[in-house]
C-alpha cells in the first residue's frame, strides 16, 4: 500500500470525513476540487433558467476540450486535403458521421469518469492487471508521442505563413503549454484552454469567405454523392485520415481522467453527455468549415500533393482573400496547440495513473513533479523533432491519423469492457442500444483498418470492393 | 482543524467544504484504494490476442508503406 500524501499545503491537513466519519488526510488537491463541486451542488439546489445555465458552464469542459483538441494540426489538414482533393459531395456528410461516432464512444468515458472517479490508464490497468495495462500504455504513449509531433508541425506551418522562423515558432508554442499549467488549478487550466479551444472556429469566417453555393453545401449533406474517382490507395487513406481525425485512443484517456480531475459524478451524467455533444457539434462545424473552405481548390483542378498547412493558405489567397488565407493559417497555429496541451496532459495523466504518482492539474509543482515533468518534456522531445529539416510534412500527418484509426479497435475493446462492468459501474453499465452501436464502431473501424491493408498490399484487389 | 485559511486568506469551513467531495473523490483514497483485478475468460483472451496481432499486423503494413513512400 502506498504512503499517504504529505498535506504540504498551508490549508491542508486531516479532519474526519462527515459522509464516512473516519479520519481521513486532505490535500492541497482535495481543496481545490472541493470548491468547484461545492460551486456546483450550490448552484444545483437552485432554481430558474439562469441557475441551469450557470450549472451547465460550471461542468462543461472535458467534452468541449477533448473534441476540439481532436480538431486538430493533422485532423485540420486532412479536412482541408479532403476539400481540396474531393470536394464536399462524399466527405460532408461522410465526416459529419465520424463526428456522431465520436460522441458515441466518448459519451462511455464519461459515464465511466463519473461512475469511477478514475482514470482510463488505472482501470485498464487495475482491473486487466499489467500485461494488458503496459499494451493499452505503450499504444498511447507511441500514437500520443507522434501525433504531438504533427501538432508541432502544424504550429510550425502556421505560423510559417507570417514569416516567423520554425524554431521559435515551436519555441513560443511550447512557453504557452508550459504558461497555462502554471496556475496548478484544474479550473483555471480548462477555462484558458477552453477560450483557446474556440479559436477552432475561425475556419468558419474562411469558409464564408470562399462564398461556397449553400445549395451545393446541403445537398451534398442531404444526398451523400458518390466518392470521387472511386475506391483507390488514396482515397482509402483519406477515408482512414478522416476516421482518425475524430476517434482517437487518447481522446478516451483524456476525458475520462479530466472528469476524474474536474470531480464530476454520477449526477453530472446528463450534463457531462450535453457537453460532449456540444464538444462534438462545434467540431464538426469547424472540421465541415475546413473541407467547405479548401473545395476551390478542388472545383479549379489545382494539384495539393505537397500542400503544408501554410501552403493551403497561400493557394487559397485568390478565393478567400489575404483575410482568409491569414485566419487560415491562425487557425492551423491554433489546432496545433490546443491539442498540444490536451494530448501531452493525457499522456501526463496516464502515466501518473500507471505509475500510481500524484496527477491532477491541481497539483502544486513540488507534489506533482512527475506528472508536470512528463507533460512538459514530452512536448519539448516532440517540438524539438519537428526541427529536423526535410522531414515530409504531409504525408506524416495522414500516416498519423491512419494510426489512430489501427489502434482504436484494442482501445474501444477496453472501454466497452470496462462501461459494461457490473461490479464497477453498478446500475450505469451501458444498455444494450449503446452496446450495440460500440460493437458496430469497433466492427467499421477494423473494416476501415483492413481495407487500408488491402489497399497497401494489393492495391488491385480494390476492385472487389468496388474500387479500381 | 474546523475553520482554515484558503490559498486567498479567506477562512473556509473545511468539513463543509469537503462534504462536497464524495469519499473516494479524495487524493488519499484514490492512492490507497483500487479496484479489484478481474479475471478474463479464455473467449476474452482470445479476442484481446486476436486485436493484438491485428494491431501489430497493421503497424507492419504501415511501417511497409512509409518504407515504400520513401523509396
Known amino acids: ?468 | 482543524m474546523e475553520n482554515v485559511p484558503d490559498n486567498h486568506g479567506t477562512a473556509i469551513n473545511l468539513p463543509a467544504l469537503v462534504a462536497s467531495l464524495e469519499p473516494d473523490q479524495l487524493a488519499v483514497a484514490k492512492q490507497q484504494h483500487h479496484c479489484p483485478r478481474r479475471s478474463l475468460t479464455p473467449e476474452e483472451k482470445l479476442v484481446f490476442w486476436a486485436l493484438r496481432i491485428y494491431l501489430v499486423f497493421m503497424f507492419g503494413i504501415v511501417i511497409y508503406q512509409v518504407w515504400m513512400g520513401a523509396r
Open chain 1, 1 to 468: 500500500m502506498s504512503p499517504p500524501i504529505p498535506p504540504t499545503s498551508p490549508s491542508a491537513g486531516t479532519l474526519i470525513h462527515p459522509a464516512t466519519a473516519v479520519d481521513v488526510v486532505i490535500t492541497h488537491e482535495d481543496i481545490d476540487r472541493a470548491h468547484d463541486r461545492d460551486r456546483v451542488w450550490q448552484t444545483r439546489a437552485q432554481r430558474g433558467l439562469w441557475s441551469r445555465a450557470r450549472l451547465l458552464w460550471l461542468l462543461i469542459g472535458p467534452g468541449i476540450l477533448v473534441m476540439l483538441g481532436e480538431n486538430d494540426g493533422p485532423s485540420m489538414l486532412s479536412y482541408a486535403a479532403t476539400g481540396a482533393r474531393y470536394g464536399i459531395g462524399f466527405f460532408l456528410p461522410f465526416v459529419a458521421l465520424t463526428f456522431l461516432v465520436a460522441c458515441v464512444v466518448q459519451e462511455m468515458t464519461v459515464r465511466l469518469g463519473a461512475a469511477t472517479h478514475r482514470g482510463h490508464a488505472e482501470l485498464i490497468f487495475d482491473r486487466f492487471g499489467p500485461f494488458w495495462g503496459w499494451f493499452s500504455m505503450a499504444d498511447l504513449m507511441i500514437g500520443n508521442f507522434l501525433t504531438l509531433v504533427t501538432e508541432f508541425i502544424a504550429i510550425r506551418a502556421g505560423l510559417g505563413f507570417f514569416g516567423i522562423p520554425p524554431s521559435i515558432a515551436v519555441l513560443a508554442a511550447w512557453l504557452v503549454l508550459f504558461a497555462a499549467l502554471m496556475a496548478h488549478r484544474y479550473w483555471t487550466w480548462e477555462r484558458v484552454t477552453l477560450a483557446a479551444a474556440m479559436f477552432n472556429l475561425i475556419f468558419v469566417p474562411v469558409a464564408l469567405l470562399s462564398h461556397p453555393h449553400w445549395h451545393a453545401v446541403a445537398s451534398a449533406l442531404v444526398t451523400w454523392k458518390p466518392l470521387p474517382g472511386g475506391l483507390t490507395q488514396e482515397t482509402v487513406l483519406i477515408l482512414l485520415a478522416n476516421i482518425g481525425a475524430t476517434v482517437t485512443p487518447w481522446m478516451l484517456f483524456f476525458q475520462q481522467s479530466a472528469i476524474a480531475d474536474k470531480g464530476l459524478t454520477t449526477h453530472d451524467i446528463r450534463l457531462g453527455r450535453v457537453d460532449t455533444m456540444l464538444g462534438a457539434a462545434l467540431a464538426a462545424v469547424a472540421a465541415l468549415a475546413t473541407i467547405i473552405a479548401t473545395a476551390p481548390l478542388f472545383a479549379h483542378g489545382m494539384s495539393t500533393a505537397n500542400f503544408e498547412a501554410a501552403g493551403f493558405a497561400q493557394a487559397l489567397q485568390p478565393f478567400v482573400g489575404r483575410w482568409g488565407a491569414t485566419l487560415f493559417a491562425l487557425g492551423m497555429f491554433e489546432a496545433g496547440m490546443v491539442a498540444a496541451i490536451t494530448i501531452s496532459t493525457s499522456s501526463a495523466y496516464a502515466f501518473g495513473e500507471v505509475a500510481r504518482r500524484p496527477h491532477s492539474l491541481n497539483l502544486p509543482f513540488q507534489q506533482g513533479k512527475s506528472f508536470y515533468l512528463v507533460l512538459i518534456l514530452e512536448a519539448a522531445a516532440a517540438a524539438g523533432l519537428v526541427l529536423i529539416p526535410g522531414i515530409p510534412l504531409v504525408y506524416i500527418v495522414l500516416v498519423v491519423n491512419v494510426i489512430a484509426v489501427l489502434a482504436m479497435p484494442p482501445a474501444l475493446l477496453f472501454l466497452y469492457m470496462l462501461v459494461n462492468d457490473r461490479e464497477i459501474m453498478g446500475d450505469l453499465v451501458s444498455p444494450l442500444w449503446a452496446n450495440i452501436l460500440a460493437l458496430g464502431v469497433v466492427v467499421v473501424l477494423i473494416a476501415a483498418g483492413v481495407l487500408f491493408g488491402v489497399s497497401v498490399i494489393s492495391p488491385h484487389a480494390l476492385s472487389f470492393f468496388g474500387g479500381r
